[in-house]
């Protein structure tokens, strides 16, 4: 497709700016924005990014945050990773006992 077939017909979506911008003078795009071009162009100029497009294989398609598995891992913290927190939670201020018994 040529850049005037998409800016005539394309449809206006997330991703759509990004694409013709990359495509008229090949400036450089954060990631994110990459990734919405990519999925613009991928899906044929007519996504809406609100979809899952459920092409598992894509690189991008754990970044797209409408798709459908979308799970969170809960983290596991070791011991001494909740020790060093425990640690650091005494340091802030407010949160330390006063230990001489002056207010």
């Not at 011991?79 to 002056?102: A, D, H, M, N, Y």
């Amino acid at each position: 497709m040529n850049l005037t077939w998409i800016k005539q017909h394309g449809k206006k979506a997330q991703g759509r700016r990004e694409f013709i911008g990359y495509l008229e003078s090949n400036e450089k795009l954060s990631p994110k924005r990459a990734i919405l071009a990519n999925c613009y162009q991928c899906t044929g100029y007519y996504t809406d990014g609100r979809i899952d497009c459920e092409i598992t294989e894509c690189p991008f398609h754990p970044h797209m945050p409408y798709r459908k598995d979308k799970t969170k891992a809960k983290r596991v913290l070791s011991k001494r990773q909740k020790e060093s927190i425990r640690k650091l939670v005494s340091f802030r201020p407010g949160t330390r006992k006063s230990t001489s018994g002056k207010k």
